[in-house]
DNA sequence: ACCTTATCGTTGACTTTTCCACCTTGCCGA
DNA sequence: TCGGCAAGGTGGAAAAGTCAACGATAAGGT
């Protein structure tokens, strides 16, 4: 008799129908950074914070320390210590930012350009996989829906049910 | 003269275009758990973990430890020793499960759902202020979305691009 | 009934993340 | 041009989260 088991999972989607949105996310964060960090330990020996700063820096579409920490919504600090590992390991390279003396700009040395090439094609296939899991629908539209959500979540003074 | 931090917009934008889906709901996350801590300590000294076990039990749907655990994805670890917090607290209440001795209840004190009542407007109004921020069809589809994802997250194991 | 395997919660060591104070650099109005 | 304020990065302390091992209970197959 599985029936016990069967309660739990019961209760746990009764749950789940009323649950708040940033629960949902979290949880779909825990169990996220559990797999990412799986597949990159089977393939390497980055931290995931490693292997995101030099996802981003691998796009080319930015190197400066402002806006790759702000993409990943990084905290200042927490990045600040990830990007000294990522030098310390010889995988990224500091260099002087052209305009702002605050910023710094960074860039992949051949060995950071060789782990991620070597984890490129594993994380992408999981992300493929994820997004198979979508309709077309809820494909198209969950990007926005992410971006408008982080947006409304930089607000620190909520409307109070002032709403109708 | 704003033209940089401009740039560092347009930078971010221009990088978010082409993020992996995990990036985008690490990101969100970040945000919405600064926020929500924000929240819960300009109304009381509750922690975020121990906000969401108190809000899980007061929903009423499950007292049983394994379901309140699943349903927030929490760690065993954490869940155990956030739970001990609670219980020290005099928040939350241990009992005897039923069925299934390995497992415990949980009930709120008094106090517990006294911290609730008192949290729960001001967190309630801000996941109206998180579901204001979405179209209506992006309202329809995001939970569904996000049970899917979490699904496929749960995943050890990715069929290698052997998709096309 | 029995034996094997899986799940549960707890514990302790460890890592990661957050928070805060600090100093430097850029921004903008007087 | 100066003076205040915001934004950038660093470092240390505290909190949160992760991981592996353990003993106890349940479940499932034979």
Same mark, same amino acid.
């Given at each position: 008799m599985l029936s016990e088991e069967k309660d739990d999972a019961e209760a746990v989607a009764r749950i789940e129908a009323a649950f708040p949105l940033s629960f949902m996310i979290h949880q779909l964060q825990i169990k996220l950074g559990a797999q990412a960090r799986a597949l990159i330990a089977q393939h390497g020996d980055l931290t /995931?914070? !490693?292997w995101r700063i030099i996802r981003v820096i691998g796009m080319d579409a930015a190197d400066g320390s402002t806006a790759i920490r702000k993409v990943l919504g990084f905290? *200042?600090? !927490?990045?600040? *210590?990830t990007v000294t590992q990522l030098q310390a390991r010889g995988l990224v390279e500091v260099l002087d930012h052209p305009v702002d003396r605050r910023q710094f700009r960074l860039a /992949?040395? %051949?060995? %950071?350009r060789a782990a991620l090439d070597r984890l490129t094609p594993v994380l992408s296939a999981r992300n493929e996989y994820l997004m198979q899991a979508l309709s077309p629908e809820e494909r198209a539209l969950i990007r926005p829906a992410l971006q408008k959500l982080s947006i409304a979540a930089e607000t620190t003074d909520i409307p109070t049910g002032t709403d109708t």
């Open positions: /995931l914070p !490693q905290d *200042k600090s !927490q990045f600040s *210590k /992949l040395t %051949g060995e %950071g």
